[in-house]
């Protein structure tokens, strides 16, 4: 049986970062199987799926990532995958949207929008934020991704993100995303 | 006819040149059929080529008239041997997934208005303009046959692919 793990990295971005990391996956003979990472400011993150043939236990894992860990100032976390598919089955029949929201910068804005989606159990894929415009007039632009499952219904949830976005005082819009089936 | 199965990365066929049909006989006509048949046998799916079925030969199929943004001057169901891109224009962004990489989409650039020439089943020259997802779809599939999938034409990671939007 395969075991999987997931892997959190965090720490100040720094070059061998990904080296180090994967040296340690490589000489354990481990498989990476997904993988995503990101830099914010000076930070680095990183997620990682990775399997092995060999059951390891998870302070075993953590004392092979020590070295590496120490070396580069990072923080690790691992943890086991269980095989459960359940929640993956949930949203096979969801349809992909997107959200985009455009506006001056306010506390809470992500909190009332990522709040509303939860309420409907839409599950978001993907969210990018960002500060446009000139320095004394900032615009904050959001980009969500959503999974919305059959039973949602799209006129309404459309009309609970005007509603919101009249309170907040920016503009969000919803629409499908088309994919070109080839 | 019959559904064929579809190959998926990392097949070598999905990395091959494949080789131009010199002669549209029984066993060819078959393998268009069944191009057909697999087609429409995947729900919203609006192209197909030869090297996705197992076979590197120069064939594709598309049909997009049943997509709610298929352009009015579409061409239903398309069947076009050794296929070429002869005139291309404008720019496009379409979120493109592929049944040989059913783990990801991703955001492909590709020409807006494009003329193509080849043969259609029954050998006739046939030769025409292609218009937005039109258009995309038909790149999509040439692509294919010169071993070419829509990550490779991917500009960046960060911003124009996206993991498990599966349609599968
Ligand atoms: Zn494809």
Redesign the pocket.
């Known amino acids: 049986m395969e075991n999987k793990f997931v892997l959190f990295v965090i720490g100040e971005d720094r070059p061998g970062i990904v080296a180090g990391i994967s040296g340690v996956l490589y000489k354990n003979n481990f498989n990476i199987e997904d993988s995503s990472m990101t830099i914010l400011e000076r930070y680095f993150a990183m997620i990682l799926i990775t399997s092995s043939k060999v059951r390891y236990s998870i302070p075993l894992l953590k004392k092979k990532f020590k070295e590496v860990e120490k070396k580069l100032s990072l923080y690790i976390s691992v943890k086991r995958i269980a095989p459960v598919r359940e929640k993956e089955e949930m949203f096979i029949n969801a349809e992909p949207y997107i959200i985009t929201l455009i506006g001056s910068d306010r506390i809470g804005i992500v909190h009332k929008i990522t709040n509303l989606i939860a309420e409907r159990n839409i599950n978001i894929t993907d969210v990018k934020t960002e500060i446009i415009g000139e320095e004394k007039i900032p615009i904050y632009t959001m980009i969500l991704e959503l999974e919305i499952p059959p039973e949602i219904d799209i006129k309404k949830f459309r009309s609970s993100l005007f509603r919101l976005g009249k309170e907040l005082n920016v503009k969000i819009t919803l629409k499908p995303i088309d994919i070109l089936k080839? | 006819m019959s559904i064929l199965p579809v190959i998926k990365y990392p097949h070598p066929l999905l990395k091959t040149k494949c080789k131009p049909v010199s002669k549209i006989n029984a066993k060819i006509s078959k393998l268009i059929d069944d191009m057909i048949e697999t087609i429409y046998s995947f729900p919203g799916c609006v192209?197909i080529?030869a090297p996705?079925v197992g076979k590197p030969l120069r064939i594709i199929i598309f049909d997009v008239s049943k997509h709610k943004k298929a352009p009015p001057s579409n061409h239903n169901l398309t069947v076009m041997v050794n296929p070429v891109m002869i005139e291309k224009k404008g720019k496009t962004i379409t979120r493109e997934g592929?049944?040989?990489?059913p783990d990801f989409t991703g955001n492909v650039t590709r020409a807006e208005s494009i003329k193509v020439k080849g043969k259609d089943k029954h050998s006739k020259r046939i030769e025409f303009y292609l218009v937005g997802l039109e258009s995309v779809a038909f790149q999509?599939?040439l692509d294919?046959l010169d071993g070419i999938?829509?990550i490779d034409r991917i500009s960046s990671l960060k911003t124009d692919i996206f993991t498990r939007k599966r349609y599968l």
């Open positions: 080839l | 192209g080529s996705k592929c049944l040989s990489l999509h599939e294919h999938l829509f």
